[in-house]
């Protein structure tokens, strides 16, 4: 019976496909280096490759994608002349530094779990510590077999190679394979990015490429400028640009490294394997604190708007409370006198609304308001529209360059939603919850307050409360509102100066 292939199938099929390739280039790249500075290993950077697309990887693909790199890198010695004997050992030694890091790390989903904090440091333990140490020691006693080298020297070479090749690229391939949220950049800000980049591997290669002059120093303002630019993303992409640069121009005695007169090749490695393992331990820490600090700032401020919005907004209707409607109307107030504009303001009262509350509870009465709000909130679609609580059962909207026909027009169709709600309220004469208005629009001048619109929208609604409730007063002719189902037509429900 044949297995139907599914897209998810295709796509960790590719992603074996590419890490065989990625491996493949990255061994046969490390073997050139060491082969260029007489088989003094310089930098390995296949067991990161492989770890990284394991830990985000699906769990049922940990063991092919394990096999299938292993036997990439095996294959890459045969080609490079090695016996099949010792690339059979160095595979086991290559395994075993990949199983410290798989027994270690966790598996990542997503590029916050790489990013936090115990994350980058059992990455910077198990990853760039015991796990090469642990291919060291195995590796050591073969090295000294193969080339008479003294067995701590084997080991410091095997170590700071294995050390440096995944400083270089287990964060790395971490960071392109877990997927993060897209922010959309402006084209001045991604010309800066580019621009950034740019300065560093321009940097980078003008000071491993000549050989006269000790330039390290210049590499320093360019990945500051682009650790400070991208946060931790930049110590990572930086530091493993800068490193692998210097490995291949290092490994063609070039660049600073290869300034020292009498030095031997081996030397010359160590010397670069400690100045990378320096920049990584530098700019790693600092682009995540940097990546630490931005972090907080945004919780600070989002923390510092919700406690701004808590001091205008009314905890139980969630619209703006007197403090909100106060700072709302003096904006409005002033942007209406400026640009000669009207202002108007709907003021209204819940009917019968302490009736309510004494026949079905506080909790029925505060659902009530609830409902009420929502019902101004979805009624007004300005920009500078605000509704607000006034009092316990009162609410405002402030109608900003509204003419008094149009708030009149407002107020009927609230009137109207807020009846189809159809809330229940024996106690009322018309059976169910309705509202009062009042309503006043004035162009404000030099000479007046907004204290004066208050004053006029809560005589109107005065006026709509003493006429029988259920009412809108304005100093406009009035039209009526449609009858409620079930309720008397004579009874005195109409919307009536």
């Not at 270690?104 to 990853?127: C, N, P, Q």
């Not at 919700?306 to 002033?334: C, I, P, Q, Y």
């Not at 309220?425 to 307050?449: K, L, Y």
């Amino acid at each position: 019976m044949s297995v139907p292939i599914t897209r998810r199938t295709l796509r960790e099929a590719r992603s074996l496909l590419l890490m065989c390739l990625l491996v493949c280039g990255g061994a046969w790249a490390s073997s050139r280096l060491s082969l260029a500075v007489g088989t003094v290993s310089c930098i390995w950077i296949a067991n990161g490759i492989i770890s990284a697309f394991i830990l985000t990887a699906p769990v049922g693909w940990t063991i092919p994608l394990f096999v299938a790199g292993q036997v990439t890198s095996m294959g890459v010695d045969l080609v490079l002349g090695n016996t099949f004997y010792w690339a059979c050992w160095f595979a086991v030694c290559n395994s075993a530094e990949v199983l410290v890091m798989l027994l270690s790390l966790r598996h990542f989903d997503r590029r916050s779990e790489v990013t936090s904090k115990r994350a980058m440091w059992r990455i910077a333990f198990f990853g760039l510590f015991l796990g090469p140490l642990t291919a060291a020691l195995l590796a050591a006693p073969a090295v000294r077999i193969m080339e008479g080298r003294p067995l701590l020297e084997a080991l410091r070479i095997w170590f700071l190679a294995d050390a440096l090749g995944c400083a270089a690229t287990l964060p790395l391939m971490l960071f392109l394979l877990t997927p993060e949220k897209r922010n959309t950049r402006a084209a001045g800000a991604l010309v800066v990015d580019i621009a950034c980049g740019s300065l560093l591997v321009a940097v980078a290669l003008a000071v491993f490429w000549q050989t006269k002059y000790p330039l390290l120093f210049l590499l320093f303002p360019p990945l500051v400028a682009v650790l400070f630019r991208f946060k931790l993303a930049g110590a990572i992409y930086g530091t493993s640009v800068v490193v692998v640069l210097a490995a291949a121009f290092t490994a063609e005695d070039r660049g600073p490294f290869a300034l020292f007169p009498g030095a031997t090749p081996t030397e010359r490695v160590m010397l670069f394997q400690i100045f990378g393992l320096v920049i990584f331990a530098s700019c790693v820490p600092l682009g995540f604190s940097i990546e630490d600090r931005h972090r907080l700032e945004g919780t600070l401020k989002q923390a510092n708007q919700k406690l701004g919005d808590l001091a205008v907004l009314d905890s139980l209707t969630g619209v703006h409370n007197r403090r909100g409607f106060d700072a709302s109307m003096e904006s409005e107030w002033a942007s209406a006198r400026a640009s000669g504009g009207d202002l108007s303001l709907l003021y209204l009262d819940i009917d019968f609304f302490k009736r309510f509350n004494d026949t079905y509870g506080h909790q029925l009465g505060d659902d009530c308001l609830r409902a009420v709000a929502g019902t101004l909130v979805e009624s007004v679609r300005g920009t500078g529209d605000c509704v607000a609580r006034y009092g316990g059962e009162e609410f405002v909207i402030l109608l900003p360059a509204t003419s008094a026909a149009s708030a009149r027009a407002t107020a009927d169709r609230i009137a109207a939603i807020i009846q189809d709600l159809k809330i229940p309220h024996r106690e009322s004469p018309f059976g169910i919850v309705t509202a009062s208005f009042g309503i006043a629009t004035v162009r404000p001048s030099n000479d007046g307050n907004p204290n004066g619109l208050i004053h006029l929208a809560d005589n109107a609604l005065y006026a709509a409360k003493q006429g029988g409730r259920n009412r809108i007063e304005t100093t406009y002719e009035p039209e009526r509102l449609p009858p409620i189902p079930g309720t008397d037509p004579q009874c005195p429900i109409a919307l009536v100066m």
